[in-house]
């Protein structure tokens, strides 16, 4: 049954009206855009004809002779190595990223950084500061125009793809981003997702691994295909690994083999795009030549040298693919499809460890460059509602797990990884101090145990908690995690119900290397944190039983207790502060048992004068009550 | 838009009986034609009213066939449902021979230290004894014996435990 449909004033309804939506891949070196067109999915290309449009901005302080002060793709990248301050490429790297995250990125030394108010990166140009979502969204203005263009009409919808591994920071910045360039963002899409659907997968069943080897990123997710639902098992990988480390890997053996010191930035990147043209040579034939205008010395790498210096990034994605598998609770038997992604992927050296790990060719006939945007087009024309009829859908997953701040500086998981979206979970939570009537929620990201070792997302506090003793107020956190990947946390206190909420948006990214070494590190890393949190527990424990009984002495100490046992507790206390700082859980423990036995004749005491005290009162309130009556 | 309902347990949302026993292959199904139907994707273009319906009830299905698709959270929600607590329960009635075996079976998989055959044969065990166990947890739960379940699933427990941790150091072997 179809609706009435009504048309603004001077629009006529076309009979059979097609919404115009587009596919966006937005990548590390290149982005592409693409839409279905007489049911075809295809890529567009600008006027030249060149679907791929290099993911540079350039910003100059004249205006050139058309009056602009900004040049996006291939001008922009032609302008690198004379003026590599004003042209940011691979911004992508550091979307939704701060200052911070940054110092030890291998791909910082190109530019000149400065922070916002939030400690986000930003970079310094000619024309002033600029950041990453601001460059996005040049990028995405150009691809958003050539769709316009080639459709013949302002967009109704575009999809938007981004690796599956990009955590809330980074979601949010490619949001910014589109919201920026003025795009009706229909949804987020993990890339490697577009491609599965991009090869036309969800008219099959079965278990498809997306290896995504792009320039900056890479990307192994496990998806299951039934009756036409993707369901996203696992997703995994290396957001700091990409094409992008083959060329650096030539680059710096070149700097060792050709003793080259002190390159500026210039001479860097034309070594840099020296090696990116020798590793696409080496696809093709068995030795390349590297050359270069600042020295007369040339060098040549075979294609076995080539792959021994990339080997050990190989592993790593391996590593990465069987880590994913294990967390979709499947084996690399199980896998009826490889789908290679990604201009990387045109490595045979790629192809040939992919192959010999799944046991089976991976898929490669569609363009591994357009494969993401194609996806994504067809995944646009779905949501945009042309194509009502269609069964597919999506089922993600969260990639890296989220919790809060619980006390003693530990990590409580509330929604754990890879985690199908969208998804609700609520927790509960209590006060640790008498009288507390506010609580920090500290939102936090990652795998480890320890604070300190997870990414924060947000802080926000809950007030108006009723003045309780320890323990009794019934704290409940709720966490919102939406189709798009995107969280909102709620606390609400469940006796009075005063709530409080955030929706996160994080000033802060995740690093590329946090990402993929934080999960690596909650394993490496179990032992010592279980360890630690043994500690911190204990050493908590500690303190709540300290406090708790310097403010019982306090009160009823001198009533209830003789000066020598007052003398004898307040010195166990003591004791017991000292072993604190040993950190040893072991004898922590044995004080906290001796001084809770001891101190447990006085809580009886305590516990039976409050009770007297409180049926006395109650009679005073009664006589009240009476006498009022009367 | 039908606004479903949250509070229904996750057996009568999927329309099967409370049972231990439940048809993977039909929950599958169950679950793929109510996202299909319920996936916020499906209202991408609608009210917020609506959004904020499906994001809900897609959540609780998310939810609901992550509980009752694996044994041991299907049996942990079981007894949940029986008003059984089964983490105070364990701390009551722990099964002393039970408790010399988890010592043994961790000191066994320390010791192994990075020798892979130890670790296979190890993880091969371990999956054994985890089949075996919830073999007995459905018997349990087929007779209406819920304490007796509380303690097959706190060892089910255990033993996934131990299996994520094998896992890991072998994931950690190679390469």
């Known amino acids: ?630 | 838009m039908f606004i479903p309902n949250l509070d229904q347990s996750y057996f009568e949302l999927f329309a099967f009986e409370e049972s231990f026993f439940v048809d993977n292959l039909r929950l599958d199904s169950r679950f793929r034609e109510l996202q299909n139907e319920f996936h916020p994707d499906r209202f991408a273009g609608g009210t917020d009213r609506q959004k904020r319906a499906s994001l809900q009830f897609s959540s609780f299905l998310n939810e609901a066939y992550q509980a009752l698709k694996h044994p041991l959270p299907r049996a942990l929600y079981l007894l949940q449902l029986k008003g059984i607590d089964v983490e105070n329960y364990a701390r009551h009635n722990t099964d002393p021979s039970f408790l010399m075996q988890q010592i043994e079976m961790r000191e066994k998989l320390e010791g192994i230290g990075s020798d892979e055959d130890q670790l296979a044969l190890f993880l091969t065990q371990v999956m054994d004894q985890y089949d075996a166990t919830v073999s007995s947890v459905a018997a349990c739960f087929d007779l209406n014996d819920w304490a007796k379940a509380a303690v097959e699933t706190v060892k089910l427990q255990f033993l996934d435990k131990l299996r994520l941790e094998a896992e890991e150091l072998e994931s950690e072997l190679d390469y």
């Open chain 1, 1 to 630: 049954m179809s609706l009435l449909q009504i048309s603004e004033p001077g629009q006529t309804p076309y009979p059979h009206h097609r919404k115009l939506a587009v596919g966006i891949d937005l990548g590390t070196t290149n982005s592409l855009v693409a839409a279905v067109r007489n049911g075809v999915a295809e890529t567009l290309p600008n006027l030249k004809n060149q679907h791929l449009l290099p993911s540079a901005v350039h910003y100059h302080a004249a205006e050139d002779r058309h009056g602009a002060r900004i040049l996006v793709g291939e001008e922009a990248l032609a302008l690198a190595v004379d003026s590599p301050v004003d042209t940011l490429v691979s911004v992508k790297r550091f979307m939704g990223r701060g200052l911070d995250d940054v110092h030890d990125d291998a791909h910082q030394d190109n530019y000149v950084f400065v922070a916002n108010h939030e400690g986000m990166v930003q970079f310094k140009t000619s024309i002033g500061v600029v950041s990453p979502v601001e460059a996005s969204a040049e990028i995405l203005r150009t691809l958003a125009s050539r769709g316009e263009e080639t459709l013949g009409g302002a967009l109704d919808g575009a999809v938007i793809t981004v690796p599956a591994y990009f955590d809330e920071a980074q979601r949010q910045a490619t949001k910014d981003a589109a919201t920026v360039a003025g795009i009706p963002l229909l949804r987020l899409l993990n890339e490697p997702t577009a491609a599965a659907v991009a090869y036309g997968l969800d008219q099959q069943e079965g278990l498809i691994a997306v290896y995504d080897l792009g320039g900056g990123t890479f990307d192994i997710s496990v998806l299951r295909l039934h009756r036409g639902v993707f369901e996203v098992l696992a997703t995994g990988g290396d957001s700091a690994l990409g094409g992008d480390d083959f060329d650096h890997a030539i680059a710096d053996w070149a700097q060792h083999e050709l003793s080259l010191v002190d390159l500026n930035l210039g001479q860097l990147r034309e070594l840099l795009r020296e090696s990116r043209r020798v590793k696409e040579q080496l696809s093709i034939q068995q030795e390349a030549v590297i050359s270069l205008s600042f020295t007369k010395n040339t060098l040549t790498l075979s294609k076995d040298n080539f792959e021994k210096l990339v080997d050990s990034l190989l592993r790593r994605t391996i590593r990465a693919c069987k880590r994913a598998l294990r967390d979709a609770a499947v084996s690399v038997d199980d896998v009826d499809n490889v789908v290679m992604v990604g201009g990387s992927t045109r490595v045979p050296a790629v192809r040939l460890a992919v192959a010999s790990y799944f046991g089976r060719e991976p898929l490669a006939d569609v363009d591994p460059d357009r494969v993401v945007a194609i996806g994504a087009a067809i995944q646009a024309d779905i949501l945009v509602g042309n194509k009502s009829d269609n069964e597919m859908l999506l089922l993600d997953v969260i990639p890296l797990s989220l919790g809060i701040e619980t006390m003693g500086n530990l990590v409580e998981t509330v929604v754990p990884r890879n985690t199908t979206i969208p998804a609700t979970r609520a927790q509960e939570f209590t006060t640790y101090k008498d009288g507390q009537t506010a609580m920090v929620i500290h939102v936090l990201q990652g795998e480890r145990e320890v604070v300190s070792d997870c990414r924060s997302l947000a802080r926000f506090e809950l007030r108006g908690i009723p003045s309780m003793v320890a323990g009794a107020a019934r704290i409940l956190v709720t966490f919102q995690v939406d189709a798009d990947g995107l969280l909102s946390v709620s606390a609400r206190e469940e006796t009075t119900g005063v709530e409080s909420s955030v929706q996160v948006q994080p000033s802060y990214g995740l690093s590329d290397n946090d990402i993929a070494g934080m999960i690596k590190a909650s394993f490496e890393y179990a032992d010592h944190d279980m360890k630690a949190r043994q500690v911190a527990e204990r050493i908590l424990e500690a303190r709540q039983l300290i406090e708790g009984l310097s403010s019982a002495l306090e009160a009823d100490g001198e009533k209830l207790l003789t000066v020598a046992q007052i003398a004898r507790l307040e010195n166990e206390m003591v004791k017991l502060e000292e072993v604190i700082d040993g950190s040893d859980p072991a004898v922590i423990k044995r004080e906290v048992e001796y001084l809770s036995d001891l101190s447990a004749s006085f809580a009886a005491k305590r516990m039976d004068a409050s009770i007297k005290e409180a049926l006395s009162g109650q009679t005073i309130e009664t006589i009240g009550s009476e006498e009022g009556e009367k």
